[in-house]
C-alpha cells in the first residue's frame, strides 16, 4: 500500500530513486513505527511521515519520524555516534544521566566539554534547556597561551552575552539541536562552505532527557543552549540550583547563549 511518505531531495540522492520509490510504495516502509522524535506511535499509511537519514563514516541508518515533529533530511553524524544510536533502539547500550564528549569541531580545537540538560522559566513558560562548559580553558586556534577564549569564540559564531536570565536568547542561523531516538545526539553547525550540518558537540552515549524536557522541545520545537567557560556552573543535581548558577554566571558576564531549532529527530 502506498505511504504517505515525505523523502526529501537530499535524502533521495543518498539513498537513490530505485530505494525512495520502494519507500513510497510501501514495499520497504513500515506502516507503525515509533517517531524517532517524539517517541509516540506513527502510521505512514494514515499521517504525513518524514523519512530522516543518519549517515556515518561507514554507516547510514534511515528512521521515521512525524512530518509535524520534523522535515525528511540528511543528518551527518559519527560512526561512533551511528553505532551508538542503533545500540540505544536495541538496548544494548546504557545512557549516562551526563554526556560528556568530545566534539568534532570546537571553536578553539578539540576540547572535552559537559553538557547538562534541564528545564529554564523565562516569562512563566518552561523551556528546554543545554549548558555547555569545558573542564579546561578553551584557547583560540594557533595559540597556547593560559588564556580562556571559549566566550568570545562563540560570540564570534553568533552567541549572545547573557546578563539577565528573565530574557529569551536570540535565534541562532544554521545551528540546531539533535534529539535521535528520543535522546540527545548532538549539537550541530552549519557545514563547511554551505555543505551539510556537522555536530560541534555529539554524545558517545545518547544522553536520556526527561519526558518533561522532551515534551517542551516538541512543542516549542527549538532549544535554549547556554554556554559558560570551565569552573563557572558545574554539575548541579538539581534544576533549581542550575538556575542559580546559571544567574550568577550571567550576572558575572561569563555566560552567552543562543536559541536553536530542534532538528533530526
Known sequence: M???LDVSDDVRAEIGDEEAELLLRGETAPGSYDCTSCRTP???????????LFVGDETAVLAFAHAT????????????QLQGAVRSITGDSPSPD????????????????????GLVLIGGELYPALVVEPTAPIARPGTSGPGDDFLPLLIEQGFVPVTDMASLPSALSGW?????MGKLHAVLQPGPNGGSPVAWWQAHQALPVTEGWRA???RSQ?????AAPVGSIGQ?????LLRDALDKAAASGLLVAAELPLAGT
Open 98 to 117: 551526563l554526556a560528556q564528549a568530545v566534539p568534532q569541531s570546537v571553536p578553539g580545537g578539540q576540547a572535552v566539554l559537559g553538557i547538562t540538560s
Open 2 to 4: 502506498p505511504r504517505m
Open 69 to 80: 515533529c520534523i522535515p525528511s533530511q540528511v543528518v551527518a553524524v559519527s560512526e561512533e
Open 236 to 240: 548541579q543535581p538539581r534544576e533549581d
Open 216 to 218: 517542551a522541545a516538541n
Open 42 to 52: 506513527g502510521d505512514s499509511e494514515r499521517e504525513r511521515t518524514s523519512t530522516v
Open 222 to 226: 527549538k532549544v535554549l543552549v547556554y
Open 176 to 180: 540546531s539541536v539533535l534529539l535521535a
